[in-house]
């Protein structure tokens, strides 16, 4: 896709991830130094120019990643950056044990963030006005002579501006003659929209200073108030990855590079890198212990995933139709979503993307339609590409279990584990009792069919279950409705899922259960 070009990049332009310290903030997440050095190598493979670490002197953790880091992370295309705030009310830069612990972080760069809303001034800080100019001009300076570079986040100051414009505007261009090389420009409570962030930037550009941006979510609007800033004369973006960051998160740091790099044909990073947005986007959501977003632009599973007919008929014909861009620019791929909106063409092309040849219409037609009635039964086969494929084979070649099952039972005691008997057979061989006990009756089936199947596949013992989601599907029945269930099977790297339905849960856990292992052996190869 050609790129359009809106704005000439400028020169020079700063990608800054602050995921490390901003990102952090984020109910759920909380990173080890180990973790945190993790994730700065992934920023730097991925090219961002600087890497927020987080705050010495405030936070224990961060100074010893400061310290780690030292001797420990060895970056190629990144520089690393410690955070702080100006000196306090009635000290001097040079005297304030917090300023000085920026300093022993060792970091070339350094970020400080500054009041330049009046009122926070006044009631948060409880000086006045001309005292925090002092502070910002003091910390900036004293910094400065001790050979850092220094960027000003200006907190609040949109909210600022709005109030006391002069005021706001005199705290930039402070920062700038103190010698700050960018002053930022924070959307704190992230309650601002893209015409009142281009409004804005649009008169403070005029002072002639370097400005960047920090968008937080609170609207919605974190990467588009980011693009707008861009628009109107910012040189330096900041943001997370994943959007990560407190209440509803910060600018997508995902999103905003493939926007810049794809969209607006800027040489942000490297055409390489961009094939890993997705993968680095995962590594750190794992990481962060966080699941990935499935809906997230360019990297989530489901940002290049297509459900209609319609949209497959197109798709058949041009890829690009119902998508923006090539997915394989980014690292992600392209997936058909069978459901009982499919038609013949989406079962073909999912197929295809499964190894399957499919070109014979009829044969095509027959699918869609088994496929529209085993939704009506309650399968779902849009996340189950397991049991789809699965199915699949059974159509075309006739081709079964490895396995024959003839019967199971589950006994559930109040007090005791759950203990199950499942009848298995293999080849021509009688059928054979296999018992197992686990916690909960689908456990102990899981536990049972283990058991019948690790001596023939020993490679059995390396795959877990990832994952298990349960769903009624006749809400007004309660608790004898229809019931499928979803497990998530993982070996390794490869990981797969399966779909069961039945009268209960046991029936539809043992049936998705069956498919899990019988997907591992008939088309990852166990044996």
């Known amino acids: 896709m050609t790129a359009m070009m809106r704005v000439a990049q400028p020169d020079p332009f700063h990608i800054f991830d602050t995921t490390l310290r901003d990102g952090t903030q984020q109910e759920g997440i909380r990173m080890t130094v180990h973790d945190k050095i993790r994730v700065a190598g992934l920023l730097d493979d991925l090219g961002v120019t600087f890497i927020e670490g987080g705050w010495p002197g405030a936070n224990p953790n961060d100074t010893e990643f400061f310290a780690t880091a030292a001797t420990e992370l060895t970056l190629k295309n990144a520089t690393l950056v410690a955070f702080g705030a100006t000196r306090r009310v009635g000290m001097t830069a040079a005297t304030d044990p917090l300023t000085q612990a920026l300093l022993d972080a060792q970091t070339e760069v350094i970020c400080v963030v500054a009041k330049s809303h009046d009122r926070h001034v006044t009631h948060a800080l409880k000086t006045t006005l001309e005292e ?20 000003v ?50 008169d403070v550009v005029r002072l002639g200073v370097p400005l960047g941006i920090h968008c937080h979510n609170d609207t919605g609007c974190a990467v588009a108030n980011t693009m707008a800033a861009i628009e109107a004369g910012a040189m330096h973006i900041q943001g997370t990855i994943n959007g990560y960051g407190e209440r509803t998160g910060n600018a997508d740091l995902t999103t905003l590079i493939a926007n810049l790099k794809v969209k607006y044909g800027w040489d942000v990073i490297t055409d390489g890198a961009l094939q890993d947005l997705t993968l680095i986007s995962h590594s750190i959501a794992e990481i962060a212990n966080q699941a ?56 073909q092309i ?6 399957h040849d499919l070109s014979d219409k009829g044969t095509a037609s027959k699918l869609a339609d088994l496929i529209k009635d085993r939704e009506l039964a309650g399968y779902s086969y849009e996340a189950a590409d397991a049991s789809f494929d699965l199915l699949i084979r059974s159509e075309l070649t006739g081709e079964s279990l490895p396995f024959m099952l003839h019967a199971w039972r589950v006994y559930t005691d109040q007090d005791e584990d759950s203990q199950a008997v499942v009848r298995v057979s293999f080849d021509d061989e009688a059928p054979k009792p296999y018992v197992g006990e686990g916690n909960g009756p689908v456990n102990a089936l899981d536990q049972a069919l283990r058991s019948a199947l690790t001596p023939r596949y020993p490679v059995m013992s390396e795959i877990e279950l990832s994952d298990y989601r349960v769903r009624l599907l006749d809400n007004g029945h309660g608790t004898d409705a229809i019931t ?44």
């Not at 261009?173 to 103190?178: I, K, L």
């Not at 949209?311 to 998508?323: C, F, G, L, P, R």
């Not at 979803?486 to 390794?492: C, E």
């Open 350 to 355: 999912k197929a295809e993307q499964l190894g």
């Open 153 to 202: 986040d200006c907190e609040h100051f949109f909210n600022g501006y709005l109030d006391n414009p002069t005021y706001a505007k005199l705290v930039v261009a402070t920062a700038a003659e103190a010698g700050a090389e960018v002053a930022v420009l924070c959307d704190t409570n992230g309650g601002m929209l893209p015409a009142m962030v281009t409004e804005i930037l649009s």
């Open 132 to 151: 925090n100019l002092e502070m910002v001009r003091d910390t900036v300076t004293y910094l400065c002579s001790q050979g850092r570079r220094v960027f």
């Open 484 to 527: 499928r269930v979803l497990i998530d099977t993982r070996m390794g790297l490869k990981t797969w899922t399966t779909v069961g339905v039945g009268e209960n849960v046991i029936e539809a856990s043992w049936e998705a259960l069956v498919e899990a292992y019988a997907y591992a052996i008939t088309v990852i190869g166990l044996d």
């Open 292 to 347: 990935p977003a499935p809906r997230q632009p360019y990297v989530g599973i489901s940002s290049f995933a297509h459900k209609a007919g319609l949209h497959a008929s197109a798709i058949k014909v041009d890829e690009n139709m119902y998508q923006h861009i090539d997915p394989s620019i980014v690292g992600n791929g392209m997936r058909m979503l069978i459901s009982d909106m499919a038609g013949r063409a989406s079962i």
